[in-house]
């Protein structure tokens, strides 16, 4: 399965089985990890067999059970939209080779978390890894007049993009975040006000780049 692929199946995913991540996955997300690190200039690290960041009321909260396993996002601080593009290249890795996982920003218990911070380094978010009691159901999604400028001209690659975006998840489904073409063939893209807008505009920004596809285009 592709990216793009895993980007059209991939749904949130809050329930897990009690099975642990196999070994073999486990192995292929930490290589991918390491690659997206050495890319990105962001750390994020794999954490395994703990149950403790989804215990409690918060957890419960946001419909939590079975997570035991989870990615850390760490990075310099004022890079959310980084952690959002390339967290998601990791979410969709994930999904093609069958984890399911879910973006957490709030429904855990941060104190449980197990990370460490290095100097100008900040912590941003989780996400949860697991095999799924189910696989998720699609967002509901805005009109795409309300996320594009939008005519009945527009090319049909960017048509493609904006097909994509509307896949990307984003916080509380907001969907906080605004594409344009402009008349140089550019892509101009922008976070709306919202929780973590910054964050969702580098998840659909990828998600917008894996709908386009093939054609070639250029960030405003």
Avoid at 50 to 71: L, N, Q, R, V
Wanted: with cysteine; proline share 4%; net charge neutral.
């Amino acid at each position: 399965m592709t990216l793009k692929d895993a980007m059209f199946t991939r749904h949130s995913v809050r329930r897990y089985t009690e099975e642990p991540l196999k070994i073999e996955d486990v192995e292929l997300l930490k290589s991918e990890i390491k690659k997206i690190n050495s890319e990105s200039g962001l750390r994020f690290e794999l954490i395994t067999n703990e149950p403790s960041a989804f215990t409690g009321k918060m957890a419960s909260y946001g419909h939590f059970s079975g997570c035991t396993d989870y990615i850390v996002a760490i990075g310099p601080k004022g890079m959310d939209e980084e952690i959002g593009y390339f967290g998601e290249k990791l979410v969709l890795y994930a999904q093609s080779i069958g984890v399911n996982s879910c973006w957490v920003a709030l429904t855990f218990n941060k104190s449980n978390v197990v990370y460490s911070l290095k100097k100008g380094e900040k912590f941003y978010i989780v996400i949860s890894l697991g095999y799924g009691v189910h696989q998720g159901k699609p967002h509901n999604n805005k009109p795409l007049s309300k996320l594009c400028k939008y005519d009945e001209n527009l090319p049909e690659w960017f048509l493609a993009g904006m097909k994509g975006a509307l896949t990307a998840p984003t916080a509380m489904n907001q969907q906080k975040f605004y594409f344009e073409l402009n008349d140089d063939n550019k892509v101009k893209a922008k976070s709306l006000l919202g929780p973590y807008s910054k964050m969702d505009l580098g998840i659909a920004k990828l998600h917008f780049e894996l709908g386009v596809g093939d054609d070639t285009f250029l960030w405003a």
